[in-house]
């Protein structure tokens, strides 16, 4: 599929990133995921916003921007047909050209405290054109589209991202920004069975998009928050004694539950999880692992990563 971060609502007449488009379909102000267009020049180019309908506890996938359909064409002067789209789909070969524009493109961010609205497009110019950016001065050829990179809020977006890039090979291209800290996607997310810890290094551990597939998800007693048992375990290790390898799991707090702004469509993947079999979700996080010993056996160690943010978070099923 074709990775496009923003789309032209025919529907609210304005241009729309992914949490914009689900803002307004929860809203009602979009009610057809196919209602998009392209946000290039004087184009009308189809496109569509996948999984947009599906309730959000059943989804394995976010919403997602795509092409909708091979018979259309992009207008003459769209310009960002060539720049944005040819190439960037997974039954294509990714020519030099555009490894090097990926390689040299600005860098994605990730913003780890969400906003509180969404509603003011951030990385698009727009103007009288229908609500489509406009050419603006600047750039070599001396004019220029006004379209940043991909500005994310929820983790979730994240993994999509990641996963867009990995079908055409570019995550270890493509650059993202993160707590001030900017590396390639290949270099953020990490699976958790690489992670290695050693029991005489105090030093806090910097925060990764961390995943793993899951065992089992549970209630904690007493405290009304969730624990979830992941699959992978990790090398822990004493100066050159090798000792056995650490559990991992993620315990989400009952304060971070009580207080996401989108408690409900959390609380329905969580109960779903819960319910799944070993191995059916994947779990993703930002977060810092924490190295403890496991209760009630001092000789062995389990690696913790506690979620106080349920926009740092997300469960995918596996496909």
Do not use: W
Not at 214 to 222: E, H, M, R, V
Not at 239 to 251: E, F, H, N, Q
Not at 308 to 318: I, M, S, T, Y
């Amino acid at each position: 599929m074709a990775m496009i971060d923003q789309a032209y609502s025919t529907e609210v007449q304005k241009i729309v990133n992914l949490l914009e488009a689900e803002k307004y379909y929860r809203e009602g102000k979009i009610t057809n995921q196919t209602a998009f267009t392209c946000i290039g020049m004087n184009c009308d180019f189809p496109i569509t916003c996948a999984n947009l309908s599906k309730p959000s506890a059943l989804r394995k996938r976010d919403p997602y921007f795509r092409i909708h359909g091979r018979e259309y064409q992009h207008s003459p002067i769209c310009g960002l047909f060539s720049k944005r789209y040819k190439g960037l789909t997974s039954d294509v070969e990714v020519d030099t050209e555009t490894e090097q524009q990926v390689s040299d493109d600005i860098p994605d961010v990730f913003n780890v405290e969400r906003p509180t609205r969404h509603d003011e497009n951030e990385t698009s110019s727009v103007g009288v054109n229908g609500g489509k950016p406009q050419y603006i001065d600047g750039g070599s050829n001396g004019k220029k589209l006004n379209y940043g990179p991909h500005n994310y809020h929820h983790l979730g977006t994240l993994v999509d991202g990641y996963f867009n890039l990995r079908r055409v090979n570019q995550q270890s291209l493509k650059r993202i920004t993160i707590e001030g800290r900017t590396m390639t996607y290949g270099k953020l997310f990490k699976r958790i069975h690489k992670l290695k810890k050693r029991l005489d290094d105090k030093s806090k551990s910097p925060r990764f998009v961390y995943f793993s597939y899951i065992q089992k998800a549970q209630q904690l007693s007493g405290e009304g928050g969730v624990i979830v048992f992941l699959k992978d375990k990790c090398d822990v290790s004493l100066t050159d004694s090798t000792l056995p390898k650490a559990s991992s799991a993620i315990v989400i707090t009952r304060k971070a539950i009580e207080s996401y702004r989108y408690k409900r469509d959390m609380i329905g993947k969580i109960k779903l999880v819960m319910s799944a079999g070993s191995g059916e979700y994947c779990a993703y996080l930002y977060a810092s692992p924490v190295l403890a010993n496991k209760p009630n056996d001092e000789n062995r160690y389990v690696i913790n990563f506690i979620v106080d943010d349920l926009n740092l978070l997300e469960f995918k099923k596996k496909s």
